[in-house]
């Protein structure tokens, strides 16, 4: 099945311990995204990759990082989690924009991280 | 400032009544438009985008660039529509992704 994983799927934490929220996806797709979901404000992009290697700034990418060493694989990193990043995390594909339609996102279940 | 405003957190209305979820964009460019919806226990997905002109279960979504809206409309409302809605905005200008997304708003259709 087609589909984008995430994994820890809940996870509390506290402050200062270093995380890795992971992602994958199996439609060979170019495209990986992370957006973070906080009630009153949507979804906000944290960090998107075009390929393997390149890697770009959402709208809120502050105390993140992430990395795209293989074309299925876009993980999330906190290198210091603070309580303000406490969200309901996304990860999420498409094929790009080769064609319309190619840029269709396809989500996944949502990480929920609470830190204390 | 690019933006994508839907003023209403919450609509309630009865099933078989007219919904429309309202949403204005701010973007100087040729804007591309969606509606993601997200089902209890479901993940985020694809409703419709307005170059696709389509009808997705019952719901359409017109570009009115004057207005800068792209208001989601059913004329009949279904109990199972009841879902989080989401209209974006990708500002990509041709590249990849560069979506936005408004604040949502929750659908609750009554019986």
């Known amino acids: 099945e087609a589909q984008v994983t995430q994994n820890p799927r809940y996870l509390i934490t506290v402050t200062g311990k270093k995380l890795t929220v992971t992602c994958s996806q199996n439609m060979n797709h170019e495209y990986m995204s992370w957006y973070r979901q906080d009630p009153g404000l949507g979804l906000r992009q944290i960090y998107y990759?075009?390929?393997?290697?390149?890697?770009d700034k959402g709208d809120v990418p502050e105390g993140y990082k992430v990395s795209r060493k293989e074309k299925r694989n876009f993980p999330l990193i906190l290198e210091s989690p603070s309580p303000n990043q406490t969200s309901l995390y996304f990860c999420a594909s498409s094929g790009g924009k080769v064609e319309w339609g190619a840029n269709v996102l396809t989500f996944g279940a949502g990480s929920r991280l609470t830190v204390l | 400032a690019q933006r994508v405003t839907q003023p209403e957190k919450l609509l309630s209305v009865f099933k078989g009544a007219p919904v429309e979820l309202k949403c204005n964009y701010s973007y100087s460019g040729s804007p591309e438009l969606f509606w993601y919806v997200q089902y209890s226990r479901q993940r985020l997905q694809l409703l419709l985008r307005h170059i696709s002109r389509e009808s997705i279960k019952g719901f359409t979504a017109d570009l009115n660039k004057g207005e800068t809206s792209f208001h989601l409309k059913k004329p009949f409302a279904q109990e199972e529509d009841s879902a989080m809605y989401y209209c974006?905005?990708?500002?990509?200008?041709?590249?990849?992704?560069?979506?936005?997304f408004g604040a949502g708003t929750r659908l609750a259709v009554h019986p």
């Open positions: 990759s075009m390929n393997v290697e390149v890697t």
């Open positions: 974006a905005l990708d500002r990509s200008s041709g590249g990849y992704n560069k979506l936005i």
